[in-house]
């Protein structure tokens, strides 16, 4: 592997700040002292930085600088879980962990941002983007930096972002044009009919019979409306109704999720859903309430972005390091950006040895030997991109 930027002091650099977020993680919104760390630390380095939508953190290198202008991209929020490893800096607060990785990723931004501004005059303008709330599907940080054109006032003409990924062994990494990652969207359908005796079903109207149907019935989306080469998931993920053995109940309420690779096919999901639901639910004399919630949609990695992102990694790893993964069901609101703004998201491989516990689990590590490989990936990236 060819380390040009990335010596034993700023590797110690990156990963001390890894251990404070991992130690110090916080929800969705709530990143408060996560970016009031981050936003001291810029200033400290010399970096123009300042608060953006609630509890995000935007930096600026070469701010004045004329000419194209690359975003770099970092996650800082953690997840509502109780950490059960044995890192001598596991989580300080009970019930919130890292256990996405999204603190290596602000690490490793803050690496590269502080290579980056030492160069300064070797490159042209970089955004430097620390976005809160990746993890919260219906509201994520993402859409408010894209509503409030924080990125389009910068001038920003490509944005490039990495994932670790525990499951990817240590030295490896990912990048291919298209779709990698699905949209994630959610969905409530809310049965209404009329309760009674269970000893006598025909003077009621029963939620649970008519959402057993609709369960059924929306599975044929993916068999019957759907190409069989266009991959797509629906899935039921709660059913809800009643609390007794012998009483019909009133109301059902079902939960789901769609997931897609094709952006076109998504926003038709909404009216799809209805009218299965409609259909079946005034066939059988209910009424019924729906409401659809468009998370994120696919994650597609524009051509030329990702043709140099794979570039970049052949000198860092060699070709050979480079894996071609399959498209995941999975969703990244890092596709926000992506509809707008020509880009590329990488996986970087991060994976223990012997160990096997995903992303969002509980005992969920990664190999701190990674982030000097995404941080000099960050680094080449910006080098090359005002090469060209």
């Known amino acids: 592997m060819a380390y040009l930027n990335i010596d034993k002091d700023l590797e110690n650099y990156i990963i001390s700040h890894r251990r404070y977020f991992h130690e110090n993680p ?20 010399g970096i123009q930085a300042r608060k953006i939508v609630k509890t995000g953190v935007l930096g600026i290198i070469n701010p004045q ?64 983007l620390f976005q ?38 240590l030295g490896t990494a990912s990048i291919q044009e298209g779709p990698i990652k699905a949209s994630a969207d959610t969905f409530k359908i809310e049965i209404i009919g009329q309760g009674g005796h269970g000893s006598e079903p025909d003077l009621t109207i029963d939620p649970i019979a008519i959402g057993s149907l609709i369960v059924q019935n929306l599975q044929n989306i993916a068999s019957r409306e759907v190409s069989p080469i266009n991959p797509m ?16 109940p009133d109301k059902a309420k079902l939960l789901g999720t769609t997931r897609t690779f094709d952006n076109d096919l998504r926003e038709k999901f909404p009216e799809i859903i209805e009218r299965i639901v409609k259909g079946i639910c005034e066939s059988n004399r209910a009424k019924y309430n729906f409401e659809y919630y468009f998370g994120t949609p696919a ?36 596709a926000k950006y992506l509809l707008e703004i020509p880009g590329a998201l990488m996986f970087l491989g991060a994976k223990v040895e012997g160990d096997s516990y995903p992303h969002h689990n509980s005992k969920f590590i990664i190999d701190e030997r990674a982030l000097k490989i995404g941080t000099e990936y960050f680094i080449n990236y910006t080098k090359k991109y005002f090469e060209l």
């Open 299 to 334: 994650t597609v990695n524009d051509e030329e972005s990702a043709k140099l992102g794979y570039n970049v990694l052949k000198d860092i790893i060699g070709e050979e390091k480079i894996i071609h993964s399959k498209a995941r069901m999975s969703g990244e609101d890092f």
């Open 132 to 169: 809160p709330a990746e993890e919260f599907i219906k509201d994520s940080g993402a859409k408010h930096v894209m509503e409030e054109k924080i990125l389009e006032k910068e001038g920003v003409n490509r944005i490039i972002a990495l994932h670790i990924n525990s499951a990817l062994k």
């Open 233 to 248: 998931v629906l899935s039921i993920t709660s059913f809800n109704s009643g609390n007794s053995e012998n009483v019909i």
């Open 65 to 128: 600088k004329e000419g194209k202008v690359l975003a770099i991209r970092a996650d800082i929020d953690a997840l509502p879980i109780c950490e059960e490893t044995d890192l001598d800096f596991k989580s300080k607060k009970d019930g919130v962990m890292h256990a996405c990785g999204h603190d290596t990723h602000a690490a490793m931004l803050l690496g590269a941002g502080k290579k980056l501004q030492e160069m300064k005059d070797e490159i042209g303008k970089v955004v430097l």
């Open 26 to 45: 916080e929800l969705s919104w709530q990143e408060e002292n996560t970016s009031d760390y981050i936003l001291k630390e810029l200033e400290k380095l």
